[in-house]
């Protein structure tokens, strides 16, 4: 990132800052998936397990459940943003 | 994110086999536990029933797809909300 019309070198990020800030965001997203996994788990099966395969309305549960995982990620990110900004004057960013 | 080049690319891939490892292991012991919490309950014995080894076969074998699935999914769905993200700029 450098920043235009001020001259001098653009700041340079080091390459261990990189993989940590890397490293960070896929951990992230790894938790993220887990959790995932876990809660649309806990959310459409049973547990008395009749067969091995997915039956369909295991299949269709589990596909709306991740869809609104992903809705209610954004949602909850969204209320985040608003209460960190409401001790601030005007409106944030969209 | 700021992008790697080549070379810290080829490290991080490390970093993420060393991860995937993890991520491993732990999906094993999970599944040991959750399995066995959901199938396992007589112990009139200390051998497992052909009933709970059925159970352990198929909950194993419908979390395995269970995640599968999900994945996906995930995919999918990340995709979508990336193809959002880039339309409102």
Redesign the interface.
């Known amino acids: 990132m450098s920043f235009f019309g001020l001259g001098g070198a653009a700041p340079q ?1 080091s ?1 261990e800052q ?2 940590k ?3 960070a ?3 992230m997203i ?1 938790t993220m ?2 959790q ?2 876990d809660s ?2 806990r959310k ?2 049973d ?1 008395n ?6 039956t369909k309305n ?2 269709l549960c ?2 709306r459940c ?2 609104k995982y ?1 809705d209610a990620n ?1 949602q909850v990110g969204n209320s985040m943003q608003s209460v960190g900004q409401s001790g601030t004057l005007g409106r944030g960013l969209k | ?2 992008q ?1 080049n080549y ?2 690319q080829q ?2 891939q490390k ?2 086999e060393q ?1 995937q490892m993890n ?1 491993f292991m ?1 999906l094993y012991t999970n599944l040991v536990d959750r399995c066995f919490n ?2 396992v309950n007589d112990f009139t014995s200390d051998k497992l029933t052909s009933r709970e080894e059925t ?1 352990l ?7 395995l ?3 599968e ?3 996906s ?2 995919q999918e ?2 995709q ?2 990336m193809d959002q993200m880039r339309g409102s700029k």
């Open positions: 990020v390459t990189k993989l800030g890397a490293e965001e896929l951990d790894t998936f887990n995932l996994v649309c788990h459409c099966f547990k397990y009749s067969e091995g395969s997915l295991e299949s589990v596909d991740v869809s992903f954004v | 994110m700021d790697l070379k810290e490290e991080f970093i993420v991860k991520d732990r959901d199938c159970c076969n198929r909950c194993a074998e419908k979390f797809k269970h995640s699935r999900v994945g999914q995930f769905q990340n979508k909300l």
